[in-house]
């Protein structure tokens, strides 16, 4: 039977729960960074130009600032783990969704699909971001979830390949098919192309659910944040959440944070298209990006908290990403890519060291901050969609460089002065 905990438990009993929780940022990390090659994937079925393929990653991430709020009230009746089973079992009706609708061609109810997934992994990331933040010390949270960041980004590699594989292998080729086909033929290429994503996202959903189960009948405890992040303990007793300048712009971060992520992850199949790169390489590029990040989390478990803090090593991340973006905007081809995807590297230890940052000290308000951060999700929503119509007007290295280079300068301000406004009354 799953305990109760007040406060966060020791060293010795937080290593299962660990794993528990590790194992849920591998699933929906793999569901996430199906993304960038969906983007691929609906361009050729749906026969769509860039500004309704990137329809993809918005309906998946605005999906989060819908359902961020209404997560935190489901989580105070249920509780974190049944509120993080509730999420899979979402995600799994959004996996069967978007999988039928797009076998069907109907690309409203395979965005609807995307939209229904993004509102499970709302309720899912809203319960478990705080839960392995205040696991353990908060100082050193950035470190636990640098470990979840390894095992989302690990399926996130994963992700373009495997759906390369099953879904997207020859797409060059198919590509050029559909091109010189007449009506008829274009048709019955492009439902044979579409129905090839059936068979996974039906599976998706069967283990989704499956996990869903698991997670119920797990012996993974209970945490009560107001005990475990207890914000008398820097001198905030009696404030409401308004009162925490940190959090709010924390949560600004977070949302540019998001948006220069999913450019780097998401975005940079277009970027390479950009000069004229094939698709049956493009199509593989968010796996780049993402093992960059996994190098990036390694350092982050090697560096923090013993050799520096979390929010210096957010500050140093940021300076990196504004030399990777101007690199990518001097250079050309291959090069310029190789440096969008070492943004990978740049972005990884981002969320690990903003989230903890914002929500420290938040006591009976952790979940409602939470909630607030999960919602600045939406900047993976936005930002991309603004790059996609802003390099319909100018080049789209200058679109990319005049989106990506201010977010990192205020994620650099963040690390170094924002996460403290309001809390120099700390003792």
């Known amino acids: 039977m799953a305990s109760t905990l007040a406060a966060a438990p020791s060293e010795r009993s937080y290593i299962g729960p660990m794993i528990v929780i590790g194992v849920l940022f591998f699933i929906f990390g793999f569901v996430t960074w199906l993304n960038g090659p969906l983007i691929t994937f609906v361009k050729l079925a749906f026969q769509l130009p860039d500004a309704y393929a990137f329809l993809v990653p918005f309906a998946f991430y605005i999906s989060y600032f819908v359902f961020s709020l209404p997560a935190s009230w489901v989580l105070r009746r249920t509780g974190m783990k049944k509120g993080m089973a509730l999420g899979l079992f979402v995600m799994a009706a959004g996996a069967l969704l978007f999988g039928q609708f797009a076998t069907m061609r109907v690309f409203a109810g395979a965005l609807t699909g995307l939209f229904v997934i993004g509102a499970g992994l709302s309720l899912l990331q809203t319960a478990?971001?705080?839960?392995?933040?205040?696991?353990?010390?908060?100082?050193?949270?950035?470190?636990?979830?640098?470990?979840?960041?390894?095992?989302?980004?690990?399926?996130?590699?994963?992700a373009p390949l495997v759906l390369g594989a099953l879904v997207l292998h020859g797409i060059g080729d198919l590509d050029a098919q559909v091109k010189a086909a007449d009506p008829a033929l274009r048709e019955?290429?492009?439902?044979?192309?579409?129905?090839?994503v059936h068979l996974?996202?039906?599976?998706?959903?069967?283990?989704?659910?499956?996990?869903g189960v698991w997670v119920l009948r797990s012996s993974l405890p209970e945490i009560k944040p107001a005990g475990a992040n207890d914000e008398h303990a820097i001198g905030h007793t009696g404030r409401t959440i308004y009162s925490f300048p940190h959090l709010w712009l924390g949560v600004l971060c977070l949302f540019l944070y998001l948006g220069v992520e999913v450019m780097a992850g998401d975005a940079i199949g277009t970027y390479g298209a950009g000069f004229g790169l094939p698709l049956d390489q493009t199509k593989f590029f968010t796996a780049f990006t993402l093992g960059a990040m996994l190098l990036g989390y390694l350092a982050g478990l090697v560096l923090i908290p013993r050799v520096v803090s979390q929010q210096r090593y957010l500050a140093v991340s940021a300076v990196l990403g504004v030399l990777f973006t101007l690199g990518a905007y001097f250079t050309t081809g291959y090069a310029s890519v190789t440096l969008v995807a070492a943004l990978g590297f740049a972005n990884a230890m981002m969320w690990p060291a903003i989230f903890p940052l914002a929500i420290k000290g938040l006591g009976r308000h952790t979940e409602a901050g939470s909630a607030l951060l999960i919602m600045g999700i939406a900047g993976g929503a936005l930002i991309p969609l603004a790059?996609?119509?802003?390099?319909?007007?100018?080049?789209f290295q200058a679109a990319f460089a005049l989106l990506m280079v201010p977010c990192y300068l205020y994620i650099l301000y963040y690390g170094l002065r924002g996460h403290r406004v309001g809390q120099h009354a700390a003792g």
């Open 387 to 395: 790059f996609v119509h802003l390099k319909e007007v100018i080049n």
């Open 188 to 196: 019955g290429l492009l439902n044979a192309f579409a129905a090839k």
């Open 128 to 158: 478990s971001n705080p839960y392995i933040s205040i696991l353990g010390p908060i100082d050193s949270a950035a470190q636990r979830i640098a470990f979840m960041g390894i095992c989302n980004k690990l399926a996130g590699i994963l």
């Open 200 to 211: 996974p996202y039906m599976a998706m959903g069967g283990l989704l659910l499956l996990l």
